[in-house]
Antibody
């Protein structure tokens, strides 16, 4: 089955760190560009980070640049998001999302993992 | 990058047609034919409904269609059904090689 499964979410104090993982299966992970998209409680979707299929090109939203880092391990079919200096406003469900073959849209999403930043 | 502008809510009766607008700028919606639409039921992951302005992925009903004029894209749902009640988000690729989403529209089927 083609799927993405996120893990690693949880409760963390402001200023803390967390590493999210996304396990891909059912497709050739190394052929696809990947992203992280988040959704704060009761709010809309917000694009967070992008990584090319090789891992050589990275982009991050202004809201997380310098604090979050996206990475991947194609040998392990896994995507990661290292989140440092977490703030209350980073509280959200984090989704990993695959870029479709047209390179402009997200055709496969995980079920999401909740990150709560609170003291 | 500012979020794309969508109406907060729209509604329609079963069998009717509705449209949801998505307004951006020449740096995103108006500059590329890379607008996509997602359906998201509460507590679920988003689902791709339209990509590259007008294209439907396999398995998506042909009651869903997309269009664009200038800096505004639109999603039209014809023959409304109760199962269409959901939240809908537009998205566009941008000139910064990033993506931007709309604020979301809650569709109510009366």
């Amino acid at each position: 089955e083609v799927q993405l499964v996120e893990s690693g979410g949880g409760l963390v104090q402001p200023g803390g760190s967390l590493r999210l993982s996304c396990a891909a299966s059912g497709f050739t992970f190394s052929s696809y560009e990947m992203n992280w998209v988040r959704q704060a409680p009761g709010k809309g979707l917000e694009w967070v980070s992008y990584i090319s299929n090789s891992g050589n090109t990275l982009y991050h939203a202004d809201s997380v640049r310098g604090r979050f880092t996206i990475s991947r391990d194609n040998a392990k079919n896994s995507l990661y998001l290292q989140m440092n200096s977490l703030r209350a406003e980073d509280t959200a469900v984090y989704y990993c999302a695959r870029v479709g073959e047209g390179y402009s849209y997200f055709d496969l999403w995980g079920q999401g993992t909740l990150v709560t930043v609170s003291s | 990058q500012s979020a794309l502008t969508q109406p907060a809510s729209v509604s329609g009766s079963p069998g009717q047609s509705i449209s949801i607008s998505c307004t951006g700028t020449s740096s995103d919606v108006g500059g590329y034919n890379f607008v996509s639409w997602y359906q998201q039921h509460p507590g679920k992951a988003p689902k791709l409904m339209i990509y590259d302005v007008t294209n439907r992925p396999s398995g998506v009903s042909n009651r869903f269609s997309g269009s664009k004029s200038g800096n505004t894209a639109s999603l039209t749902i014809s023959g409304l059904q109760a199962e269409d009640e959901s939240n809908y988000y537009c998205s566009s690729y941008t000139s910064s090689s990033t993506w931007v989403f709309g604020g979301g529209t809650k569709l109510t089927v009366l």
